[in-house]
């Protein structure tokens, strides 16, 4: 019988409710930090505060406070945001912090306990620059079992005992795909063929990216039906090329919905669409009968997106959103499809 496996216990695909599919409550993303123009530094300095905001607005990456998504500030603002989810209709939350990214297991049991939000906890390993050194050097043989092992057996917590990740997430890499990326790839696609769990892919920042990574892990083994592409809405622009990926089979996930700057810190290349031009593309993958394929989120990492920053929370998909495209045109039946009956189908699994 088909199982979600969450950090409390196993539980029926069917209770999972309105499902975010990329958010992290707690990590490390320091190792982003990007150096402002030297005009506004002094700007950019110090915790969060009116003053700076509309600064760090625009450099979120500037910001060390803001990065630092781990301390007790951040928990207690989560936990607020997590109620509000759940007060607004949320049923579960994919915690997408995978090694690399200090994963805190530990939290995430105490959140769900606290909230009463399902939380699914991700193995796997995040791009290679944030690695530890025995990560770095480990083979695809040593990941296989890595992975394996935290799905099946868990991971020990002092005073907890053993909590279970429930998918392989998010794997990352650049573009070009490092070597390590590709062993984390390659083990991620093997074990998703002998388990038959969901797995999750950070591209880098190059519309090849996605495609190179799906070829890899199909390669390897792995399902395309059991397969997400983050990021989407800051990787493949044209729409023609969208389609041509919506090809490959896996799920196509728009999870950046409430970064509303258009200069985009990480790539400032290209321009970060607004949730209106996010919105307008699903439409269009909706339109071409690719609804069953669609997932939503908005990838939650710095401070500023939580409401006690003055951002948006994790119920900004839920409650502003979905009412956006219900005035477009969406059906009861195709929002059910995007946030409850996809998200269930990605995650279930036989173990």
Same mark, same amino acid.
Request: charge should be negative; aromatic fraction near 10%.
């Given at each position: 019988?088909?199982?979600?496996?969450t950090?409390?216990?196993?539980?029926?695909?069917?209770?999972l409710?309105?499902?975010?599919?990329?958010?992290?409550i707690?990590l490390?993303?320091?190792?982003?930090?990007?150096?402002?123009?030297?005009?506004?530094?002094? +700007?950019?300095?110090?915790?969060?505060c009116?003053?700076?905001?509309?600064?760090?607005?625009?450099?979120?990456?500037?910001?060390?406070?803001n990065?630092?998504?781990?301390?007790e500030?951040?928990?207690t &603002?989560?936990?607020?945001?997590l109620?509000?989810?759940?007060?607004?209709?949320?049923?579960?939350?994919?915690?997408?912090?995978?090694?690399?990214?200090?994963?805190?297991?530990?939290?995430?049991v105490?959140?769900?306990?606290?909230?009463?939000?399902?939380?699914?906890a991700?193995?796997?390993? /995040?791009?290679?620059?944030?690695?530890?050194?025995?990560?770095?050097?480990m083979?695809?043989?040593?990941?296989?079992?890595l +992975?394996s092992?935290?799905?099946i057996t868990?991971?020990?917590?002092e005073g907890?005992?053993?909590?279970?990740?429930?998918?392989?997430?998010?794997?990352?890499?650049? /573009?070009p795909i490092?070597?390590?990326?590709?062993?984390? %790839?390659?083990?991620?696609g093997e074990?998703?063929?002998?388990?038959?769990?969901?797995?999750?892919?950070?591209?880098?920042?190059?519309?090849? &990216?996605?495609?190179?990574?799906?070829?890899?892990?199909?390669? &390897?083994?792995?399902?395309?039906s059991?397969?997400?592409?983050?990021?989407?809405?800051?990787?493949?622009?044209?729409?023609?090329?969208?389609?041509?990926?919506?090809?490959?089979?896996? /799920?196509?996930?728009?999870?950046?919905?409430?970064?509303?700057?258009?200069?985009?810190?990480?790539?400032?290349?290209v321009?970060?669409?607004?949730? &209106?031009?996010? %919105?307008?593309?699903?439409?269009?993958?909706?339109?071409?009968?690719?609804?069953?394929? %669609?997932?939503?989120?908005?990838d939650?990492?710095?401070?500023?997106?939580?409401?006690? /920053?003055?951002?948006?929370? +994790?119920?900004?998909?839920h409650?502003?959103?979905l009412?956006?495209?219900?005035?477009?045109?969406?059906?009861?039946?195709?929002?059910?499809?995007?946030?409850?009956?996809?998200?269930?189908?990605?995650?279930e699994?036989?173990i």
């Open positions: 019988m088909p199982i979600v496996q950090v409390l216990g196993t539980i029926d695909p069917n209770l409710g309105r499902t975010l599919t990329h958010e992290h707690a490390d993303f320091e190792g982003f930090h990007c150096e402002p123009p030297v005009d506004f530094k002094p +700007y950019l300095d110090g915790k969060i009116m003053e700076n905001l509309g600064f760090i607005r625009q450099y979120p990456y500037s910001n060390r406070s990065t630092r998504f781990y301390d500030e951040t928990r &603002a989560v936990l607020k945001d109620e509000l989810y759940k007060k607004f209709g949320g049923g579960t939350i994919v915690e997408n912090s995978s090694h690399g990214l200090r994963r805190n297991l530990e939290f995430m105490e959140s769900s306990k606290k909230t009463g939000v399902h939380i699914v991700g193995t796997g390993h /995040y791009i290679h620059d944030l690695q530890e050194t025995d990560h770095k050097n083979t695809v043989e040593q990941m296989t079992d +992975y092992k935290e799905i868990g991971v020990e917590l907890l005992g053993m909590v279970k990740c429930g998918f392989i997430g998010e794997v990352g890499s650049v /573009y490092h070597e390590f990326e590709k062993r984390a %790839i390659k083990a991620t074990i998703q063929e002998v388990l038959g769990c969901g797995v999750s892919f950070h591209p880098g920042r190059d519309a090849e &990216a996605p495609f190179e990574i799906v070829r890899l892990y199909l390669e &390897a083994g792995g399902k395309a059991k397969c997400v592409m983050s990021h989407l809405d800051r990787t493949i622009f044209d729409i023609d090329q969208l389609l041509e990926f919506a090809k490959m089979g896996c /799920y196509m996930q728009y999870d950046l919905f409430g970064t509303e700057c258009s200069f985009y810190q990480l790539n400032m290349t321009d970060m669409p607004s949730d &209106a031009q996010r %919105i307008n593309n699903l439409m269009k993958l909706i339109g071409e009968g690719h609804v069953d394929k %669609i997932l939503m989120s908005h939650v990492h710095t401070k500023h997106r939580l409401t006690s /920053y003055g951002g948006h929370g +994790y119920h900004h998909v409650m502003n959103i009412p956006r495209m219900f005035a477009k045109g969406l059906s009861v039946d195709q929002v059910e499809q995007m946030t409850v009956v996809n998200p269930a189908k990605w995650l699994f036989n």
